[in-house]
């Protein structure tokens, strides 16, 4: 696979690295403290450093319970075919009459790639040991946030009204479980180290267990949701990684699902416009602009620009929020011109010849597939389909 690799500025990267660790390390000290005193601490009972939720992986109880139960999954368009019900797919119902449940045939060969060392081989022979270093710190960003999506959609359930939205979540809540376990396999076999949660995914990830309410829905599905939406997108056309378009798929359902429960459960005019809750939405949504910008060596690497995909993200991001009815203290439109203005500010610091661009109207989302479905949930344009 050839990059067409882009200039870093050192020193603004290592600036942006030594500010994260110093963060790290006060954000994780508080958070011990807080923990040892009884008075908070980490929420998540979850080991980023090991990539693993506390208690290990327990993988024989996971295949033993999580990968059965997927096996024996019953499709009701299968077993009651007068029903309305139509939850089976082409693929999935050709494994029905054969008597095979649970992943589709994509999924269940991707899996099989995965744990070959034909797949790894194709990863050596595909990108450089710098480009693996890159992709895998991208991926492990929503690797680890898979974490966070499978316990703040479980704890969804008892928010939601309906039988309809509990079963939407009930459904995200598993295709989470599996995004975590898949995901988490296919980073593994790029067999180089997988960093631990940078302070900025800790605290975006951390805020978005302690939001209370429905405003987890914008929390998880608004804003973290559109990252990984974004990341896949940006990714799935790269060869080894073409299991990311099931991931994306999965992810454009979750983005919108906010809309839709909204639209037969509104929230409250003081829900929408309380000028509390418009200052609390933006400020669990500021460290994804650091994140962000702390990956920027990583997407150089693989010929992204940083900005583009922080802007990608940001416009998609405040689409959705305001859609949902999650206002915040600014219109989008006047968010976008300030955070342009700020990406501008910070290039024209930190490269050289620098002309001013547009960053909120890019796209960093590759594959025709990709661009339609995110023109459904979004609008507009994509580079993609241009």
């Known amino acids: 696979m050839q990059f067409q690799k882009l200039p870093v500025n050192e020193r603004a990267a290592k600036l942006n690295a030594d500010v994260e660790r110093v963060v790290n390390d006060t954000v994780r000290a508080y958070d011990r403290f807080m923990g040892k005193v009884g008075l908070g601490g980490r929420r998540a009972a979850y080991d980023d450093e090991h990539y693993e939720f506390v208690g290990g992986a327990s993988d024989t109880l996971r295949k033993k319970h999580y990968d059965k139960s997927l ?9 009651a075919p007068w029903s309305s019900f139509k939850d089976a797919g082409e693929a999935e119902r050709a494994l029905l009459s054969a008597a095979e449940h649970g992943m589709t045939d994509q999924e269940k ?17 595909e990108y450089t040991p710098a480009e693996k270093r890159a992709l895998v710190k991208i991926l492990s960003k929503i690797g680890h946030g898979e974490a966070y999506a499978w316990l703040v959609s479980a704890s969804m359930l008892t928010e939601v009204q309906s039988t309809g939205a509990r079963a939407a979540v009930t459904m995200q809540i598993m295709e989470e479980a599996k995004h975590f376990v898949v995901l ?67 992810e454009s359902r979750h983005t919108a699902l906010p809309d839709n429960y909204f639209r037969e459960f509104p929230m409250t005019e003081w829900q929408k416009k309380s000028p509390a809750a418009r200052l609390a939405r933006l400020g669990m949504s500021l460290p994804a602009v650091p994140l962000v910008l702390y990956l920027e060596p990583e997407l150089a690497e693989l010929g992204v620009d940083v900005f583009e995909f922080a802007g990608s993200v940001l416009r998609k991001a405040m689409n959705l929020a305001e859609r949902s009815g999650f206002l915040l203290p600014l219109p989008s439109k006047t968010l976008l011109t300030v955070f342009n203005a700020v990406f501008n500010a910070y290039c024209r610091a930190t490269r050289q010849g620098h002309q001013w661009r547009d960053y909120m109207a890019a796209d960093t989302t590759h594959g025709a597939a990709e661009a339609a479905v995110e023109r459904e949930i979004f609008g507009g344009h994509s580079a993609a389909a241009q």
């Not at 096996?71 to 077993?79: F, M, Q």
């Not at 056309?237 to 994306?248: A, C």
């Open 109 to 125: 060969a991707a899996r099989r790639r995965i744990s070959s060392k034909e797949f790894r081989a194709l990863l050596d022979r």
């Open 71 to 79: 096996r024996l999954l019953w499709k009701a368009e299968h077993v």
């Open 184 to 250: 988490r396999e296919l980073i593994e076999a790029f067999e180089v180290e997988i960093p631990r949660q940078a302070a900025w995914d800790y605290l975006l990830l951390e805020g978005s267990l302690r939001v209370k309410g429905l405003n987890r829905f914008f929390a998880m599905n608004v804003l973290i949701e559109t990252i990984a939406l974004s990341i896949f997108g940006l990714l799935s056309d790269k060869p080894g990684l073409e299991v990311l378009r099931n991931f994306h798929l999965d």
